[in-house]
């Protein structure tokens, strides 16, 4: 028997003898569930699609859905979703009967269907980049794993804490991981390596826009770039200074801050003398594939 199949419930009654909306445990079909526009948010189709892909659809995850009883009369829109919409809509689009767990409720209005929305929705703790990190690292995700076995063979370690030798910025570092075709890490190594020989551990130095600055330079100008240059030319700069010109650089320069914070190192590397310079139009273009170690990279 299924888990499904195993519940069970009873007919309910719109109301309580308090008067109050009851509520009800059932398995319902996406079939006979909707979305009222009228307080729903738009579908967001491409990440429903994602969650019914064949490597992502895990029914364990779909937990239960909130849904509002409009009565028999309305079928075959009866059901009006108020918690889940994305889960109903990636289970329709691989099986268009599919029954869901759901907390129905009965006897709300409109009005009082699109409050209990707002307050399911403030109430609901977004997980955090980080939290999502921990969860994947605890689940042995082999990119988290991957790119902390870099971060560790560079001398630091990823964590919160806001201490020398931690680092935080986990989306850039998947970033840059993917940036460099994943594989052994080399690019997110060098990149980490780069700095670490130019401004230490400090926290400061492994902030997001440089770690994603320096990874676009190697990326793109590996083969033309003097890279111990580079380095002796910024450690002039303290990590402040680049993300403060970055910032400035807002005014005439579109881009994220890593893209910008490249863009500052490089108009400090174009100004020394004796050097090649590097095209800006060139950034974010890959380079000739990496031949370097880590301990060349600099």
Known sequence: MSALASIEWTEPTTLTEGGEPQVYLAAVSVREIFADPTYQRDLDRPRAEHMAREDHWNVRLLGVIELSDRGEGMQPDRYAVINGQHRVEAARLRDRDMPLVAKVHTGLSIE?????????????????????????????????????????????????????????????????????????????????????????????????????????????????????????????????????????????????????????MISAYNSARGTKKLARDQLGRPSKPQARTSKEAV
Not at 184 to 189: H, R, S, T, V, W
Not at 216 to 243: C, F, M, N, T, W
């Open 112 to 264: 009082q269907e699109a409050q209990l929305f707002h307050e399911i929705d403030a109430s609901t703790r977004r997980l955090t980049t980080w939290d999502r990190w921990k969860a994947r690292r605890a689940g042995g995700d082999a990119v988290v794993a991957a790119i902390e076995a870099v971060v560790v063979a560079a001398g630091m370690q990823v964590d919160m804490a806001p201490n020398n030798g931690n680092i935080r910025c986990t989306s850039t570092l998947e970033k840059v991981y993917k940036l460099g075709g994943g594989g052994k890490g080399l690019l997110l190594e060098n990149t980490l390596t780069f700095i670490a020989e130019v401004w230490g551990k400090r926290l400061d130095a492994v902030d997001a826009p440089l770690v994603l600055g320096v990874a676009l330079i190697l990326h793109s100008y590996d083969d033309v770039l003097d890279h111990e240059r580079l380095g002796d030319l910024l450690v002039d700069y303290a990590p402040r200074q680049i993300k403060a010109r970055a910032e400035a650089l807002r005014e005439t320069e579109n881009g994220q801050a890593g893209k910008l914070a490249a863009l500052v």
